[in-house]
T-cell receptor, first 114, second 116 residues
Framework: GQNIDQPTEMTATEGAIVQINCTYQ??????LFWYQQHAGEAPTFLSY????GLEEKGRFSSFLSRSKGYSYLLLKELQMKDSASYLC???????????????FGTGTQLKVEL | DGGITQSPKYLFRKEGQNVTLSCEQN?????MYWYRQDPGQGLRLIYY???????QKGDIAEGYSVSREKKESFPLTVTSAQKNPTAFYLC???????????????FGDGTRLSIL
């Protein structure tokens, strides 16, 4: 099976930078996704990493180290609207059925304050 | 616009009753998924389907059933055997076929199910 760990809650200040960590254990890693979810709404896709290194998309960046089973999501120039839950999800090549099946972490609730 | 439509947005179930949640997508995606989300928790996979007329159990399939008769549709039935059905149910779809590639899953707006 898989084990995905994220901090439960984080608080940051508007305009600041925040890093949300995700560690995982899996037998056949085949990609890691980050999603943003506002309360009561559907998750929306933020980023994807399958190779080691940093992927940058505007104010959001995501980093992956496969040897360490570690990823982080970096949010710059925080805005109040960034207050949401951030979900880390891992795809495992070895699971029966393969394909694009994901296992999600429990999410990190980020609160952005003035 | 292409997307995933879930209905209804809110649903109430009586004890011993089966209810069906609708999920329709016009993204031409092969794969579709059903997740359950409980307060303060992540998404847990109920069932998934990678192609029409085929589906697989996820991590918490007991008390649920699905069908995939059309590529666009993947309805979920919450049966009376599911003793704790109150949750937020999310449907998703993805392209890229069986291998998936780097295709993310796209989600519908969800159905909130409650017990009367």
């Amino acid at each position: 099976g898989q084990n995905i760990d994220q901090p439960t809650e984080m608080t940051a200040t508007e305009g600041a930078i925040v890093q949300i960590n995700c560690t995982y254990q899996t037998s056949g890693f085949n990609g890691l996704f980050w999603y943003q979810q506002h309360a009561g709404e559907a998750p929306t896709f933020l980023s994807y990493n399958v190779l080691d290194g940093l992927e940058e998309k505007g104010r959001f960046s995501s980093f992956l180290s496969r040897s360490k089973g570690y990823s982080y999501l970096l949010l710059k120039e925080l805005q109040m609207k960034d207050s949401a839950s951030y979900l880390c999800a891992v795809r495992d090549r070895g699971r029966t059925g393969g394909g694009n099946k994901l296992t999600f972490g429990t999410g990190t609730q980020l609160k952005v304050e003035l | 616009d292409g997307g995933i439509t879930q209905s209804p947005k809110y649903l109430f179930r009586k004890e011993g009753q089966n209810v069906t949640l609708s999920c329709e997508q016009n993204l031409n995606h092969d794969a579709m998924y059903w997740y359950r989300q409980d307060p303060g928790q992540g998404l847990r996979l109920i069932y998934y389907s990678q192609i029409v007329n085929d589906f697989q159990k996820g991590d918490i399939a007991e008390g649920y059933s699905v069908s995939r008769e059309k590529k666009e549709s993947f309805p979920l039935t919450v049966t009376s055997a599911q003793k704790n059905p109150t949750a937020f149910y999310l449907c998703a779809s993805s392209g890229g076929g069986v291998r998936g590639g780097n295709q993310p899953q796209h989600f519908g707006d969800g159905t909130r199910l409650s017990i009367l």
